[in-house]
Structure formats: C-alpha cells, structure tokens
C-alpha cells in the first residue's frame, strides 16, 4: 500500500469510528451508560478463553450490528448491489471463516458462500467434521463490487469496523482468513500472502489462520493438498480429532 493509499485508508478507518459512537449515541462527550460500555470495549479480546469455553459477554450481537448498518449506503457499491450479504452461521461459533466479498450468487441470495465456491468450502467444513451451521461465515466487504473486482482501499474502510464488530460479538477462538484479501485486510499487512498463509497469526488474542480463498481451488485444484493442511491445523487446534 503506498503512502496516499495508507493515507486514505487511515482516515476512513477515523470516520468510521466516529460514526460508530454517533451511532452508538455518542455525540460529543456525554454518552449513555450502554453506549460506554461499547465504546470502552472497542477493540479489546479476551486473550484466553476460559477452560468452559464460555464467551466473555459482548454488549452487541450479530443482529444488533445488522440494525447498524440498515440499508446502507456509506460507499457507491450500494448503487449496484442488490442486496447487502452481512453473515450467517452459530452467533457463538468457536471457528469463522472470512473471506473478501461476496459474489454474484451471494449478491443474489444475500447470504455469504453460495454458488460453486460455497459449496467447496460446505465440503471442506464437513471434512473437518463441522457443519456450516456450527460455525460462522462472513465477508471483509458486506456488497458485491461490479464485475466481482477487488475492493477498493476505501469500500473497505468503510465495512471494516463493522467485520470487527461482527468478530467481537461471536467472539471465535480462531478466525480462518480466505484468500489473499481477506488475510492482508484483517491482519493490516503488506506482507506477501505466501509469507502469511499456513500458519497462525495474532488478531488481538485471536487466532488467524490464512489459506486459500475456495473460488482460488476451483481454478488451481493443486492448491487444496495444501489448503487441507491448513484446515487441519485448525482442526488440531480446535480439539477435533481427524
């Protein structure tokens, strides 16, 4: 990311926030005793999750995050979507799987992970002996770009705190990060997804594992020997025996 970039996407990640206390009623400096308690638990994790893998209490849910974002129209992609694909899945999964943003299908359906790509990653699920509905899926950006290009620095800034919401609310133990996108956008790195991809990394006391976006696989099948790898490390993690 160059300097302007960086620049650019710097100061949208700032609006974004201060759009968030607005929202959160949080205008000035007098707030609700509600409003700051969300906003003194912005961007902090529980680092250790108990021994009864109790989630630490949240003062959001998925739903209450939805509502935030209404019908939204923070960013031109709302002028050619068709519908907004927010997330699905357990609201209190131990594992979410992340990915850049949705396609025709999802754009289409308005849930995440449909059509050929969504049905790979269903049978990667199932082969590490989970269901989609035991886990949690989303996207980086909540609205197609035109044509499935890539997003723009600023579409995601403006969709980022939302995800990071989103990720606070389940509150995962660990965050499976598809694609080169996805990997480098949630982890606020410049580093080449080879470098990053097939290991763990820290995402403020969670534990991120990048590996290949599904649509990748279906155009280099080569790729799934390694991906499996890396699900398997997450199935190791996870406790879950092969």
Known sequence: MNTGKNFIFITEQVKSYFRFLAENRCPGFECSPESLEIVKNWGKWPAVRPASRKKASSPETPETIRRDIGDCHRCKLSQSRM????????PGARLMFVGEAPGYEEDQSGEPFMGEA?????????????TREEVYLCNIIKCRPPGNREPKYTEIARCLPFLERQIRAVAPEFVCALGDFAARALLKTNRPFSAIRGRFHNYMGIKVMPTFHPALLLQEPGKKRETWHDMQQLMKALGIEK
Request: charged share 15%; hydrophobic share 50%.
């Open 118 to 130: 969504g049905e790979l990653l269903t049978r990667i699920i199932q082969a590490m002996k989970l």
């Open 83 to 90: 519908n907004i694909v927010f997330g699905t899945g357990n």
